[in-house]
C-alpha cells in the first residue's frame, strides 16, 4: 500500500526511488516489486541505472492505491512496531544516565551559573523525575531548563512513525526534534542502520500557556485517518519543559492529575482512534517553569511526585557587572563598571527595583537599536 500510495502520487519512479521513500532496503522491496508486476498494480515504464527499474501505476494499481489512501492518508517512512518502540525507549531512556558536575557544566558553558546552583540542580537532573524551577521573572529559568536535556549527552533514535493494531501514530515532528546526520549514515545509510529510524538530539519539547489537555492526548486527522503523538511521547528520552506554568487556558490541577499515574509509574494509556487503549512509555524528565510558589499550583499528593524544587532567585551585585561584562563583550559594547554602578545606584536602589538577570541583555540590546537609529557608535 505505502508503494502504490506513493507512486500514486508521484506517478512514476525508480526502485530505490521507492526505496528511499520508505525507508526499506531494495533486498526487503524487490519481492513486494514483483509481487505487484504479478498483480498487474504496477509496471515497468523504463530502465534505470544498475540494473534499476522505473514503475508506474496500472489502472488496476490505481483503483488499489485510492482504496488504500481512502483508508489511511499516510505515505512515507514505514512504521515500526509499538513494541519496537517502546523497546527503544528502554535502552535510550535518560534514567540510565548519570550526569556528573563535568556534564553539567559542559551543558551551562554557555551561560552564566552561580556554583551553588550546581549542587542543587545536580541531584535533581540525575533523579530524572521531574522538578519544579521557580522565581521571579526574568532570571534565567526558561534558559536552564533548555540546556538540562544537554546533560544527557548522546543522540537517541525516533522512528518516523509507528503503527500499532493497523493505527498509525506519526512521531517524528521537525519542530520538536532535531535531526543529526553523521558522516557514516551519509556513506553506508542502507548498510548501517534501518532507515525506518531517524537520528535526533535528545529532545526539549517545551510548551507554554498554549498547552490544553489535547496536547496530551493522540491526535486523529479523521480524514487522513492518521494520528499525531502526544508532548509526552514525542519528548520520551529527553525533558518536556511546561513554561509559565500555572498560566495555561486549563487548571493546573487538572493537568497534575492527568500525570499522577504515569510519574508513579513511568507508563501512560492513550486511545487510538478505534477507541483501543494502548501502553506507552513515559520516560523523561517533566520541568515545570513557574514565577508562582509550587504549594500555590499543587496539593502534597502531587508535589510528593515532583521530588526537587529549585528556586532561580535574583542575581547578586557581583553577578550582574559580571553578565554586563559578558553581553557588552558579546555585543561589542563599551560598559565600564562606573557606569553599572550608576544604573544600579540611579534606576534600582532609588526606585526599589530588584535586580534580574535578564536585564543586562535587554538594556544593552535597547541601546544598540538606538545607536543604530540615531547613527550613533554603540
Not at 509559565?244 to 507508563?267: A, C, H, K, M, S
Amino acid at each position: 500500500d505505502l508503494i502504490l500510495k506513493f507512486l500514486s502520487g508521484v506517478g512514476s519512479e525508480s526502485g530505490r526511488a521507492i526505496s528511499d521513500n520508505v525507508c526499506l532496503p531494495m533486498a526487503i522491496l524487490e519481492d513486494r516489486l514483483t509481487t505487484l508486476r504479478q498483480r498487474q498494480e504496477i509496471a515497468p515504464s523504463g530502465s534505470a541505472m544498475l540494473g534499476d527499474h522505473i514503475y508506474r501505476l496500472t489502472d488496476v494499481g490505481r483503483d488499489r492505491a485510492l482504496r488504500a489512501l481512502r483508508e489511511c492518508a499516510y505515505v512515507g517512512p514505514a512504521p515500526v512496531l509499538l513494541d519496537d518502540y517502546v523497546s527503544s525507549v528502554q535502552a535510550q531512556t535518560i534514567a540510565s544516565e548519570r550526569p556528573r558536575r563535568p556534564q553539567l557544566e559542559r551543558a551551562f558553558s554557555d551561560i552564566h551559573i552561580e556554583p551553588q546552583m550546581f549542587d542543587q540542580l545536580g541531584p535533581a537532573i540525575n533523579a530524572g523525575k521531574g522538578m519544579f524551577i521557580y522565581g521571579p521573572p526574568g532570571n534565567g529559568k526558561t534558559t536552564i531548563a533548555k540546556r538540562i536535556t544537554r546533560c544527557f549527552g548522546q543522540n537517541i533514535l525516533v522512528p518516523h512513525a509507528i503503527v500499532e493494531g493497523g493505527r498509525i501514530i506519526k512521531m517524528y515532528d521537525a519542530s520538536c526534534h532535531k535531526a543529526v546526520r553523521t558522516a557514516t549514515e551519509s556513506l553506508f545509510r542502507t548498510a548501517e542502520f534501518d532507515r525506518r529510524w531517524i537520528r535526533i538530539e535528545r529532545p526539549t519539547v517545551i510548551v507554554g500557556g498554549e498547552l490544553t489537555m489535547d496536547n496530551l492526548e493522540l491526535k486523529h486527522d479523521p480524514v487522513a485517518n492518521v494520528s499525531e503523538a502526544s508532548l509526552q511521547l514525542k519528548s520520551n528520552c529527553g525533558c518536556l519543559l511546561i513554561d509559565d506554568f500555572g498560566r495555561q487556558r486549563i487548571n493546573p490541577t487538572e493537568l497534575l492529575n492527568r500525570w499522577i499515574i504515569p510519574l508513579e509509574n513511568r507508563v501512560d494509556y492513550l486511545t487510538l482512534s478505534n477507541g483501543r487503549k494502548i501502553e506507552v512509555p513515559f520516560e523523561q524528565l517533566i520541568i515545570f517553569s513557574t514565577n508562582l510558589e509550587p504549594h500555590e499550583l499543587a496539593d502534597d499528593a502531587f508535589l510528593r511526585r515532583i521530588p526537587f524544587k529549585v528556586e532561580i532567585g535574583d542575581p547578586s551585585l557581583e553577578e550582574f557587572h559580571l553578565l554586563f561584562q559578558i553581553f557588552a563583550k558579546k555585543y561589542q559594547v563599551e560598559c565600564p563598571p562606573a557606569m553599572v554602578d550608576y544604573l544600579v545606584r540611579t534606576h534600582y536602589q532609588n526606585g526599589s527595583r530588584p535586580l534580574r538577570r535578564c536585564h543586562a541583555r535587554d538594556l544593552l540590546e535597547q541601546i544598540i537599536y538606538f545607536c543604530a537609529y540615531n547613527e550613533m557608535p554603540p
